[in-house]
């Protein structure tokens, strides 16, 4: 199967699973919610170490996969403690924007210089950022100084981070797809625990109160997918994290007509034309490459 499909099939399995995952952590503890979503993940990745299907890493490949899981878990506990308290359509089409990011950062660190085409794009999703901001202003007062958008941006930054990490460890560094996922999972699981440990467990009882969930199995389960297809993509010496990422932040189609939907989260003619904007924006990025 093409990198191409695979990433498309990512995209989709990240939509429900963004829908599961806000399920999880509305009026809840996030960072024990979390905890359990990486212990779930982690359950059903394990038993493949059992198998014989991971290869055999020297240590020095472990550091780098738990460089990955810090970085991602760093992701995790901004974007889940920000989806926790801001509308869907709104904290996804932010998420939207993490092909711009990972675009200057190829830019900055990578040497990559984007055709003119792709910064028309990265123009039209600031455009479409302020307009969402407009919008927000009537759900959440102001757009820019609200601390979980805040939050939600510094979390997509993280996760555009990962994406060249990705590349970095899969192509140049030919780590096996399975085996990078089974010990990402322990590692974030892990990371997980001790930043529920020191951070929750000591002031438990003046936090929102933990409730279990059955949606955080499906959030594993939605999880485990999305990074599978979306791993062997990356690994395909042919692929573009740019053009990846791209079509991975297609996603933010399902959730955010759920969010409105399911969630009843406030209709807004400029939401849909922020949407646009963002989808318009991604579209140009990857034509461009």
């Given at each position: 199967?093409s ?36 212990a ?8 493949l ?17 738990f ?11 901004l ?23 990972t ?21 039209i999703?600031?455009?479409s950022?302020?307009?969402?901001s ?19 941006v ?24 399975l085996?990078v996922?089974?010990w ?41 997918i999305?990074d599978?297809?979306?791993f062997?993509?990356?690994s ?54």
């Amino acid at each position: 199967m093409s990198w191409f499909i695979l990433a498309l099939l990512s995209a989709f399995f990240l939509g429900c699973y963004d829908l599961a995952k806000k399920k999880s952590v509305q009026d809840n503890a996030v960072r024990v919610t979390l905890f359990f979503c990486s212990a779930f993940y982690a359950l059903f990745m394990s038993p493949l170490l059992l198998t014989g299907h991971c290869e055999s890493l020297p240590l020095q490949s472990h550091v780098y996969l738990f460089g990955k899981a810090a970085i991602v878990g760093g992701s995790w506990i901004l974007t889940y403690n920000a989806l926790a308290h801001l509308p869907l359509s709104i904290a996804t089409t932010i998420r939207a924007l993490a092909p711009v990011f990972t675009i200057f950062i190829a830019v900055t660190f990578m040497g990559e210089r984007p055709f003119a085409l792709q910064w028309a794009g990265v123009a039209i999703c600031i455009c479409s950022y302020v307009g969402l901001s407009l919008a927000g202003r009537k759900e959440m007062g102001h757009f820019f100084s609200n601390g979980w958008v805040i939050c939600m941006v510094l979390g997509t930054l993280l996760a555009a981070c990962s994406g060249v990490y990705d590349k970095f460890i899969l192509q140049r560094m030919n780590f096996d797809p399975l085996t990078v996922q089974v010990w990402f999972s322990i590692y974030m699981m892990l990371w997980q625990f001790v930043i529920c440990a020191v951070t929750w467990f000591p002031t438990r009882h003046k936090t929102t109160p933990f409730k279990f969930r059955w949606s955080m199995l499906l959030v594993a389960v939605l999880l485990i997918i999305a990074d599978r297809c979306y791993f062997v993509a990356v690994s395909d010496p042919d692929a573009l994290i740019s053009i990846i990422t791209v079509f991975r932040r297609s996603s933010v189609l399902i959730s955010f007509f759920a969010g409105l939907i399911f969630f009843k989260e406030r209709k807004s003619k400029m939401k849909f034309i922020a949407l646009l904007g963002v989808i318009l924006g991604i579209c140009l990025i990857a034509l461009g490459k």
